[in-house]
């Protein structure tokens, strides 16, 4: 690896103040966020300037019905420590219906991931709407103290 | 058959013992417990045997007498080999210029020569048709060759062919040495050697103690006619007369006929048959890049995929499994002949083993000969 | 009479009607039986059925409605008329064109069960007599009790005499008559592991995986096989490497895909060239399907497979808070 990538690598993660949590942990979580009220919900979080933990790494789909299950699957490939999905309350998906589906697929995954060999604790699916701030920033904090508590088993 | 060495089958363990301190040794190993066979390094054997210690029941034993489920030749030609890494280097100064730079694939030191022990002599066969795709002509392929060229063959003789086994149908036999560097045969309760190449000279000549001295000379090779005569009863092909020279030539003129439909009606087109194929040599070539940096490697493909032939355009020659499953055929006893001037196919017989729809590449020649015949009468 | 009589005077009344029939021909390798596609009635005399057929006849049928115009007999086994009725709750195939022909089922030998027993070597010839079954192989001979060997869904089968859908069906003498076993309980096996130990161990089974893809092809419910996501570059889902974490991931794209519509009919497992036991993952995912939407595949042609419909409220999921 040259020089110049190698240090881009090591000082890319975790600029600006420190958050909740004293010391930087270094879980890598995914999160697949519908746009219309999850993402929503994530950006007014944003701007309100609700502290939260800087592990999650967003991944922005016109709606929770968009997630694959096999995303999250690659997701744990790739070394994501814990993958997030969020989308709208069933009954008032933007698209009328993807979360039905999605509650469906991601229950079934759920179900699934322990007999894979993927602890059941590292995914966790809500329905964050787009004025619930509050709501992101308190399943933000507690699934990444979940997963810090899974690692450290 | 000339003898010309003896080892009993104690002292078999200990030669190879002696062998694996310096080179790398691979024998087939049966799994019990799991029930498999495969080719295994002697070292991983070894380590294996003893973790495996602590359970009452034997669990890894060396079995040269079953056929490995997976041929040898992933030895000299891995399923998944890396060929180089790439990277692009940027120059911030200078945003136009890109510098690529190739790394090139780790050489593994080895200090001796790779032996593979306990071949049967369909699988030498199939090696060296390999070292004529890989080796011959003026492009040769230096990963397979790099390993290749300091290997051994040591190839023991099938006492006991199988139902599926064919050698005789394409030029083979049981006891054919031609392409091993030592020739064994399992007489009495040990090897007879009976071939030895120059290469080989040394790994019997510099460990002459255990071999075995005043060896009745006579006696074993009249055993060995005896235990020749008896394998030749066994062989299970229902019919001699592969035409061997002409068989090219049929294969081309069946090209066209629906006859490739009737044969093919119960193939998947899956590709369990070219992956256990000891002549098949197909291979992928992709690269994988992530931001700036890659690696190209190969990987084994399959003739028998529906992707195969799928050109950038989109058109498919080769869309229908007929077509592919006369694509397979014709490779091995058509088109290879014309260009290396061997059948091949070494009539191991595993791909009928491992169809699971039991397609028998035996009966698809047959039926394309016979067809010809009908169609001239 | 035998049932393979029975089936053979059953076809030959009907065959008048049928452009194609697919059922099971002898093979000469011991154990087998070979897919027979029979279009003439002087060829019905080559047909059988024993115990040797545990072949799903079923994985021909979609390809086959495509390229034959007129209708298509098929010889099933009760088990595997579920695989045509969940094509046709997914409206895959036309039933009207499809005769199945569904002999009693007296249940049927596993070759891959009795390989394993003799540690994998390879078996040279077998003689099934009544309930004992003689193998021989090249080191030694075995006498084996058949009902130790049969598949391993015949333990727990419900359907081998009273098949809940068919066109024709034909009485048979012999019964199902083995020791019934508990379906779920290598599932259960495996989940009192710990996480680790259920990660190592697919991981081991994996290692043994070199993507031939046969388990894809030869599912019935796999129509995709030609066009298949794994083969593509774009887009990238996976490597074309040939190692442990590919062959996972690519048997957990066919469980995903398979999930609500698998017919547990064993076969991928059967087809696997390197013995991994892909019927536990399949398995598990019927158990889960079952939990959560109570729906069991391939019984009712008008019901609609779970992942292509929906509730407003869903009483069997029971959803996590976590703020």
């Known amino acids: 690896m040259s020089e110049t990538v190698k240090n881009k690598i090591e000082e890319g993660s975790g600029t600006g103040p420190d958050s909740n949590t004293d010391k930087k942990s270094d879980v890598k979580i995914v999160a697949f966020l519908c746009n219309w009220c999850s993402y929503a919900g994530a950006d007014a979080a944003g701007t309100s300037r609700l502290r939260q933990p800087e592990n999650i790494r967003i991944i922005r789909l016109p709606c929770s019905g968009r997630v694959n299950p096999l995303f999250i699957i690659k997701a744990f490939n790739q070394g994501a420590d814990g993958v997030l999905v969020s989308g709208c309350h069933p009954n008032d998906c933007h698209y009328s219906e993807g979360n039905f589906y999605a509650r469906r697929r991601l229950e079934f995954l759920k179900e699934y991931l322990p007999f894979i060999g993927i602890d059941k604790r590292r995914f966790a699916y809500q329905w964050v709407s787009a004025s619930e701030a509050q709501k992101w920033q308190n399943v933000v904090i507690n699934f990444v103290k979940r997963i810090e508590d899974v690692q450290a088993k | ?377 | 009479m035998t049932i393979e009589n029975k089936l053979k005077e059953k076809i030959d009344e009907i065959m008048g009607d049928l452009e194609l029939l697919v059922g099971y021909s002898p093979s000469a390798l011991p154990l087998k039986v070979n897919p027979a596609f029979i279009e003439k009635k002087e060829e019905t005399g080559s047909l059988v059925f024993n115990k040797m057929c545990i072949n799903n006849l079923a994985s021909y049928i979609y390809d086959l409605s495509k390229s034959v115009k007129g209708t298509i007999g098929i010889v099933l086994k009760p088990c595997d008329t579920r695989s045509i009725i969940q094509l046709a709750s997914e409206e895959l195939i036309d039933l009207k064109k499809i005769k199945m022909i569904v002999p009693g089922c007296s249940g049927v030998l596993d070759y891959k069960k009795i390989q394993k027993h003799v540690g994998g070597e390879k078996i040279i010839s077998c003689k099934l007599d009544g309930e004992s079954l003689a193998i021989e192989t090249i080191s030694q001979k075995h006498e084996l009790k058949a009902g130790d060997f049969y598949a391993d869904k015949c333990y727990w089968c419900q359907v081998h005499d009273n098949p809940a859908h068919f066109d024709e069906f034909i009485e048979n003498d012999q019964k199902l008559d083995i020791e019934p076993r508990e379906k779920y309980a290598d599932i259960d096996a495996i989940e009192g592991k710990s996480i680790d130990e259920i990660m190592q161990y697919w991981d081991e089974q994996f290692s043994n995986c070199i993507r031939c893809y046969a388990c894809r092809n030869i599912c019935p419910l796999e129509i995709c096989r030609d066009r298949c996501i794994t083969n593509l570059d774009e887009p990238y889902w996976q490597s074309q490497r040939i190692n442990t974490e590919e062959g996972k991931f690519f048997q957990l794209i066919r469980v995903l895909h398979l999930a609500g519509r698998c017919t547990e009919c064993g076969e991928c497992e059967r087809a696997c060239p390197r013995d991994i036991p892909l019927s536990k993952l399949m398995k598990k995912s019927a158990q889960i399907t079952e939990k959560l939407f109570e729906y069991k595949t391939g019984e009712e042609p008008d019901k609609k497979p779970p992942f292509l419909t929906f509730k407003d409220v869903e009483k069997n999921i029971k959803e996590e808070n976590l703020s």
């Not at chain 2, 071949?119 to 060296?128: F, H, R, T, V």
């Not at chain 2, 291979?283 to 190209?296: C, P, S, T, V, Y």
């Not at chain 2, 595993?350 to 009966?363: K, L, W």
Request: charged residues 30%.
């Open chain 2, 1 to 377: 058959m000339r003898v010309i060495e003896y080892i009993s089958k104690e002292n078999t363990k200990n030669w190879l013992e002696k062998l694996d301190a310096k080179n790398d040794v691979f024998l087939p190993v049966q799994d019990l417990q799991e029930a498999r066979i495969g080719f295994l390094d002697y070292k991983e054997f070894k380590k294996l045997v003893q973790q495996s210690k602590e359970s009452p029941e034997k669990r890894y034993v060396i079995n040269h007498r079953e056929k490995t489920a997976l041929s040898p030749k992933y030895i000299f030609f891995p399923e998944t080999e890396k060929l180089f890494d790439f990277e692009y280097l940027k120059d911030i100064e200078n945003p136009e210029k890109v510098e690529l730079r190739l790394g090139a694939a780790e050489k593994t030191e080895s200090s001796g020569r790779i032996i593979l022990f306990g071949l049967k002599p369909c699988d030498a066969e199939g090696i060296s048709r390999l070292d004529r795709v890989f080796g011959e002509g003026d492009k040769k392929d230096n990963y397979y060759m790099e390993k290749r060229k300091n290997s051994l063959l040591i190839s023991i003789g099938c006492n006991t062919p199988f139902p599926d086994c064919f050698c005789t149908l394409v030029g083979g036999s049981p006891f054919n040495f031609e392409n091993a560097d030592i020739g064994m045969v399992e007489v009495n309760d040990g090897y007879a050697i009976v071939k030895i190449s120059d290469d080989a000279k040394d790994l019997i000549s510099e460990n002459r103690e255990y071999f075995d001295k005043d060896i009745d000379k006579t006696a074993i090779e009249e055993e060995i006619e005896k235990i020749i005569k008896s394998s030749a009863e066994k062989i299970g092909h229902t019919w001699e007369d592969l035409p061997r020279e002409e068989i090219s030539k049929i294969m081309d003129e069946s090209i066209g006929s629906g006859i490739w439909d009737q044969i093919t009606k119960k193939c998947i087109s899956c590709g369990a048959c070219t992956y256990v194929c000891p002549t098949c040599y197909c291979f992928n070539i992709r690269d994988e890049q992530k931001g700036l940096q890659g690696q190209r490697y190969r990987s084994w493909d399959y003739c028998m995929n529906s992707y195969y032939t799928l050109e950038a355009s989109g058109h498919n020659p080769r869309p229908d499994k007929s077509l592919r499953y006369r694509n397979k055929v014709n490779c091995k006893y058509n088109y290879n002949i014309k260009r290396h001037g061997h059948i091949y196919c070494v009539g191991c017989g595993r791909c009928i083993e491992v169809c699971p729809v039991s397609m028998d590449i035996r009966e698809a020649v047959k039926t394309v000969i016979d067809n010809r015949q009908q169609a001239s009468d």
